[in-house]
């Protein structure tokens, strides 16, 4: 049953009622959250993470950030593969949530955690988590007047994921130097910003956009 309330929560979404979508999520959550079963578990941290990523599509980052958090706090000492990735996915979009609403001390305290946590983990999913928290830490470092934070982090994805022939993870890297070069810009190094310009068009422009 948890399977199946999850899978209608889901169709509602990809169908773009996330209020029918937010209301089958809960029933997960509601009716599942104190049941052991493995199984079971890893569809209410699910429903937990769907619930906060349709709260965010409706505008309602407090509510994401809420979902987020409840599912860091029950789950992250969980050794569960599908788990681990919620988790980590869910501390990326808290950190993301909290910049879309202006707080971006805990922005970055969130993508600093997924970036130290887990950027050891081989797994791809995982990989490609930490290599948008740089990017999106980078950002919030660079609205911050940071600079020099911001450059470091767009680095790090640079030198990290540069060689990852992932589709994802391409544009990853390309949004990497794109804001490395913007960065640059804004500090008023026109030639480092033209040289990741050029990077960008040199190593990316054979992508569909």
Same mark, same amino acid.
């Given at each position: 049953?948890?399977?199946?309330? !999850?899978?209608?929560? *889901?169709? =509602? =979404?990809?169908?773009?009622?996330?209020?029918?979508?937010?209301? /089958? *999520? @809960?029933?997960?959550?509601?009716? *599942?959250?104190?049941?052991?079963?493995?199984?079971?578990? &890893?569809?209410?941290?699910?429903?937990? !993470?769907?619930?906060?990523?349709?709260?965010? +599509?409706?505008?309602?980052?407090?509510?994401?950030?809420?979902?987020? @958090?409840?599912?860091?706090?029950?789950?992250?000492?969980?050794?569960?593969?599908?788990?681990?990735? +919620? %988790?980590?996915? $869910?501390?990326?979009?808290?950190?993301?949530?909290?910049?879309?609403?202006?707080? +971006?001390?805990?922005?970055?305290?969130?993508?600093?955690?997924?970036?130290?946590?887990?950027?050891?983990?081989?797994?791809?999913?995982?990989?490609?988590? %930490?290599?948008?928290?740089?990017?999106?830490?980078?950002?919030?470092?660079?609205?911050?007047?940071?600079?020099?934070?911001?450059?470091?982090?767009?680095?790090?994805?640079? &030198?990290?994921?540069?060689?990852?022939?992932?589709?994802?993870?391409?544009?990853?890297?390309?949004?990497?130097?794109?804001?490395?070069?913007? @960065?640059?810009?804004?500090?008023? /190094?026109?030639?480092?910003?033209?040289?990741? *310009? @050029?990077?960008?068009?040199?190593?990316?422009? $054979?992508?569909? /956009?």
């Amino acid at each position: 049953m948890a399977q199946s309330l !999850y899978n209608r929560g *889901y169709t =509602h =979404h990809q169908q773009g009622d996330n209020a029918a979508a937010i209301a /089958d *999520y @809960t029933l997960v959550v509601e009716s *599942y959250s104190a049941d052991a079963d493995p199984a079971i578990r &890893e569809w209410v941290a699910k429903a937990l !993470y769907a619930r906060g990523y349709a709260h965010a +599509l409706q505008g309602d980052e407090a509510a994401a950030i809420t979902d987020f @958090t409840l599912l860091v706090e029950r789950y992250s000492a969980d050794a569960d593969p599908v788990i681990r990735v +919620l %988790v980590a996915s $869910a501390l990326y979009n808290r950190g993301v949530d909290h910049r879309q609403r202006g707080d +971006l001390t805990a922005a970055i305290a969130d993508l600093t955690l997924v970036v130290e946590s887990y950027s050891a983990d081989a797994d791809p999913a995982i990989r490609a988590v %930490v290599a948008k928290a740089l990017v999106v830490r980078g950002v919030a470092h660079g609205q911050q007047g940071d600079h020099a934070a911001a450059i470091a982090d767009y680095t790090l994805v640079v &030198e990290r994921y540069s060689a990852d022939a992932d589709p994802a993870m391409r544009v990853v890297g390309a949004n990497a130097l794109y804001g490395r070069g913007l @960065t640059h810009h804004d500090k008023g /190094d026109l030639t480092a910003a033209i040289a990741d *310009y @050029t990077l960008v068009v040199e190593r990316y422009s $054979a992508d569909a /956009d």
